[in-house]
């Protein structure tokens, strides 16, 4: 009787020991986390939409400001390129780059 009883004490410590080991999970420490980039393409001769400045290579100007804050508040990179007007679509349907921004006026071509 005395070994079934230290038998069932040993079980129900290791038992016990068992359930101990499998407490919560912990993850492990991330990694740093890969920056987010937001690919923009322009055409930067439409001021004051987007230009650039004579010798900077900055782009300025309204669209300019409202891609770069429409990054930060997404937590993104924003990286402009500057390409052709009739680049920016095939870029986009292609995935070159996210965005496209540009002054576009509305034609009846383009409604289609």
Known sequence: MKKIGFLMMALLA???????????????????ETEKVLRVGTEPAFAPFEFQKEGSDEFTGFDMDLIRAI?????????????????????????????????MSITDERKK
């Open 14 to 32: 290791m038992l016990a020991l068992l359930a101990a080991g499998c407490g919560g999970s912990q993850e492990a420490p991330k990694k740093a």
């Open 71 to 103: 990054g930060t508040k997404l937590g993104y990179k924003v990286e402009i390129s500057s390409m052709g007007f009739d680049a920016l679509i095939p870029a986009l349907n292609s995935g070159n780059i996210d965005v496209a921004i540009a002054g």
